[in-house]
């Protein structure tokens, strides 16, 4: 019997800071339909920089460790997965030094694109509100039917 928690992909939609999960998920769902699988916490982070300066808003750049936190987060979640980056190890001290890409996880693609079905059918994109995430929750489950039912030996990240 396995005790692992169980995903919960839907969890950042009422997070403190769920605008910030929100905007690091559309950067990887972005990156992954140019096919980029993994990012760096840096290039999160300088995406979500060019975006604000693309979209002339005068907020304060989010800093590199509150990206690091939300990522964390997030794989805490399951939308995202943890890999060790050595990539860029050029001493032992780096090579100690915790370092991750991360990627989209299945969870997570189901969770953006149940999102986006949700906004897609209310015919607006914007933030939402408590009161859908119910709605999300019913169609949740059959989402999550859907991932179980991948082909028998898929491995699971």
Do not use: C
Not at 21 to 49: K, M, N, S, T, W
Not at 83 to 104: I, K, M, N, P, W
Not at 130 to 144: E, F, N, W
């Amino acid at each position: 019997m396995s005790t692992a928690p169980q995903p919960q992909p839907f969890a950042y939609l009422q997070a403190p800071n769920a605008v910030l999960y929100g905007r690091i998920l559309d950067v990887f769902a972005q990156a992954r339909e140019r096919f980029i699988v993994h990012l760096r916490p840096e290039d999160v982070a300088a995406e979500l920089r060019r975006r604000d300066a693309a979209e002339d808003r005068s907020a304060v750049p989010v800093s590199i460790e509150a990206v690091g936190g939300a990522l964390e987060k997030l794989v805490d979640w399951e939308n995202l997965r943890a890999d060790a980056d050595t990539g860029r190890v050029t001493s032992v001290e780096d090579f100690h030094r915790a370092r991750y890409l991360y990627q989209l996880t299945r969870h997570g693609q189901a969770a953006l694109r149940a999102v986006a079905v949700y906004e897609e059918s209310l015919g607006r994109r914007g933030q939402l509100q408590s009161v859908a995430l119910a709605d999300i929750a019913k169609g949740r489950g059959s989402t999550v039917a859907g991932i179980h039912t991948d082909a028998p030996g898929t491995p699971h990240p």
